[in-house]
């Protein structure tokens, strides 16, 4: 059975940071293209970054160029979510998404649209608050 979980929110203050972990199981994430999405209060759910199969390639948004990065440890089946100088605007629920691998997709596809994956976690709570 296919599961992600992520965990590493909690609160933080401006200027801080948090490392998000979302752990795999029923499944070996290496090869599957893996999101990064949040869903701020009364906001639609946004996705924020994502990295390919074997590492081809990664995507950070505007909102988080610069400041969050996004990695792969594949012998712990983990994707991670480094986030720096978090700002209250990074305030939300965050989620990890895996997307079923295709052989019709190029080798650094990934995509920060909902609609691109398949499995999803329960999500972290991030709050970013003085």
């Known amino acids: 059975q296919v599961q992600l979980a992520e965990s590493g929110g909690g609160l933080v203050q401006p200027g801080g940071s948090l490392r998000l972990s979302c752990v795999a199981s029923?499944?070996?994430?290496?090869?599957?293209?893996i999101g990064w999405f949040r869903q701020a209060p009364g906001e639609e759910r946004e996705g924020i970054s994502c990295?390919?199969?074997?590492?081809?390639?990664?995507i950070h948004r505007d909102p988080v160029k610069g400041r969050f990065t996004i990695s792969r440890d594949n012998a712990k089946n983990t994707v991670y979510l480094q986030m720096n100088n978090l700002k209250p605007d990074d305030t939300g629920t965050y989620y990890c998404?895996?997307?079923?691998?295709?052989?019709?997709?190029?080798?650094?596809?990934?995509?920060?649209?909902?609609?691109?994956?398949?499995?999803w976690g329960r999500g972290t709570q991030v709050t970013v608050s003085s």
């Open positions: 990295i390919a199969k074997a590492d081809a390639s990664a």
């Open positions: 029923g499944f070996s994430l290496e090869t599957w293209p």
């Open positions: 998404a895996a997307e079923r691998p295709s052989p019709y997709n190029a080798v650094d596809h990934c995509t920060t649209e909902e609609g691109g994956y398949d499995y």
